[in-house]
């Protein structure tokens, strides 16, 4: 059984705390430095029912990509969502660890992993990290020289079993140079022109960030903020697992996406 300090070790050894961004609330947010841990639960989102989940599977710590809490809380009550699952972790004695943004910036974190499940070649990050050149902020990489955007984003949709995306500019024009930005990527439209893309692959963007790409003659494909880095959470269970023996980590199954398509939504 792993020490918490083995464990903490290896998830930073995943996703180097220090590429978060400045505003991030990284690391571990709850819980004590226990002697050992025996069972990890990693979740997108820290909702009530993988809190459930996790007393139910009698997790020592769930590793989440969103934070919780992200912003200080002035008090922890059962009058909000936040302090319930809050309450109901503590008294479980269950840990909460969030990499968030380093996750996303990190050597075969969540922008290498989509680069890599979209097939795109020749990958780098937009903006590269002083010290681990192979991380930073985003990713770009060169689609099939045929592909379109249409065909990137039914690609996309596949690979991330999504009913429908959004595309924003011409379907017909090609993909050419693809900057990833997974999560909320409206606001990376400067970074991912500058660095040579015509194409933005993101989770979700605004209208005005979407107005703005199209201005920039940057077509835009959003997969939704959930599909662009739930998946990412099973591998890094699967890493820590292996790197980890006689660690029981397993991604959560009630982490689910809380906006869904009904009817007929979209071609694909």
């Known amino acids: 059984m792993p020490t918490i300090e083995q464990v903490t070790s290896e998830l930073e050894r995943l996703a180097p705390l220090r590429l978060a961004a400045e505003w991030d609330a990284v690391g571990l947010l709850v819980g004590t430095r226990r002697p050992s841990i025996d069972r990890i639960m990693t979740c997108l989102s820290l909702t009530p029912e993988v ?10 710590m769930v590793v989440t990509h969103h934070p919780l809490p992200f912003r200080p809380v002035g008090r922890i009550t059962d009058d909000s969502a936040t302090g319930r699952v809050l309450l109901e972790l503590v ?29 795109l070649k020749h990958v780098a990050p937009i903006e590269p990290d002083d010290i681990y050149p192979l991380a930073g902020f985003g990713r770009a990489g060169t689609a099939p020289d045929d592909w379109t955007v249409a065909q990137l984003s039914r690609h996309a949709a596949d690979r991330l ?68 880095e739930q998946f990412s959470m099973e591998s890094l269970a699967r890493r820590l697992a292996e790197a980890l023996p006689g660690l029981h ?14 009817g007929e939504c979209g071609s694909r």
């Open 51 to 60: 809190a459930h989940e996790a007393v139910r599977e009698r997790a020592d």
């Open 91 to 119: 008294g479980a004695g269950i840990a909460i660890w969030s990499s968030h943004t380093a996750w996303d910036s990190a050597a075969g974190g969540i922008n290498d992993q989509l680069a890599a499940l979209l097939g």
């Open 161 to 228: 079993g999504v009913q429908a995306v959004q595309v924003a500019g011409d379907p017909a024009r090609p993909a050419g140079r693809v900057g990833i930005v997974c999560g909320s990527g409206g606001d990376s439209v400067d970074a991912v022109k500058r660095a040579g893309c015509t194409t933005l692959l993101t989770g979700e963007i605004k209208l005005h960030g979407a107005l703005d790409a199209r201005a920039n003659d940057l077509a835009v494909i959003a997969v939704g903020h959930h599909a662009s």
């Open 249 to 262: 980590c397993q991604a959560s199954r009630d982490d689910t996406d809380p906006l869904q398509w009904i």
